[in-house]
């Protein structure tokens, strides 16, 4: 998902869905020194620049340029926050740096989460909190379903999946962090999207780009191009029905370098 508009989304995702409860729920505080790998157009960077306040400091990295310029144009003014580009799994940063290192949206995107997660506690100091927020199941829960939307699932998802991309990363994070080591390791689930009725104007117009950036990929594993459309016209067609409910989760984990 690359493109301005795609850095705008991540602001409004940010405006409707702030990210502050979950931050304090897992420990950043005031003065703490604290990471945000992958910091998109910067929304989330902002709540830590708020919480660690002036006495603390945050960096932000992306390994993309263009999310760097738009976290840079949120942050202005905030000298306790400086920006590097680099990418997960091999940062290149310091390690035992961070009393907090958050990671929100990217593991969903590596096809080697594990060796990623560990990039992220060799980051942070011994005592230091790891925390990763992630999808699970998105978009997947709807009533009542739509046959068109049923039938066409099973292809949607093998063909998200065979790009790397992980819808159910949410539920292997718990396992992925005792796997690399880290201790304490809590479980937090929260509403992402809660749907009851016809979804708003901002919920549509994300999922229409979805399809459209997702076309590449789907259009041949569905065979035709009508295809894929008719399976992405039925499913906005749920998310608009003022009589269904759908709803997706966030699951924020976090544990602590030994
Ligand atoms: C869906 S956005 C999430 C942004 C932000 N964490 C948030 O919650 O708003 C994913 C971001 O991760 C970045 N990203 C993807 N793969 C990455 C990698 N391997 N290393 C660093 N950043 C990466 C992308 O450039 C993008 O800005």
Request: proline letters at 5%; one cysteine or more.
């Amino acid at each position: 998902m690359e493109g301005q508009a795609e850095g705008h989304r991540l602001l409004a995702q940010e405006a409707a869905n702030p990210s502050a409860a979950r931050l304090r729920l897992t420990g950043l505080k005031e003065g703490h020194h604290a990471a945000d790998i992958g910091c998109g157009a910067g929304a989330v960077t902002l709540a830590m620049a708020d919480l660690v306040g002036p006495g603390g400091a945050v960096v932000a990295v992306d390994q993309s340029d263009e999310r760097l310029v738009l976290a840079q144009d949120q942050l202005r003014g905030a000298a306790h926050v400086t920006f590097a580009r680099a990418s997960l799994p091999n940062t290149g940063l310091p390690g035992e740096t961070f009393d907090y290192v958050w990671c929100q949206f990217v593991l969903e995107y590596l096809r080697t989460p594990a060796v990623a997660l560990a990039e992220l506690q060799r980051l942070a100091k011994p005592g230091g909190r790891v925390v990763v927020s992630e999808i699970d199941g998105f978009g997947l829960a709807c009533w009542p379903e739509s046959p068109v939307v049923e039938a066409g699932k099973p292809i949607f998802l093998r063909a998200l999946a065979s790009t790397g991309f992980d819808l159910f990363i949410g539920r292997k994070l718990y396992g992925l962090f005792r796997e690399v080591g880290l201790s304490d390791v809590r479980v937090h689930l929260s509403p992402f999207h809660v749907t009851a009725g016809s979804a708003d104007e901002q919920l549509l117009a994300d999922w229409r780009t979805r399809f459209d950036t997702l076309a590449p990929v789907m259009v041949p594993a569905f065979g035709q191009e009508a295809a894929y459309r008719d399976f992405a016209r039925a499913y906005l067609e749920v998310l608009a029905d003022p009589q269904a409910f759908k709803y997706s989760v966030i699951l924020t984990v976090e544990g602590t370098r030994r």
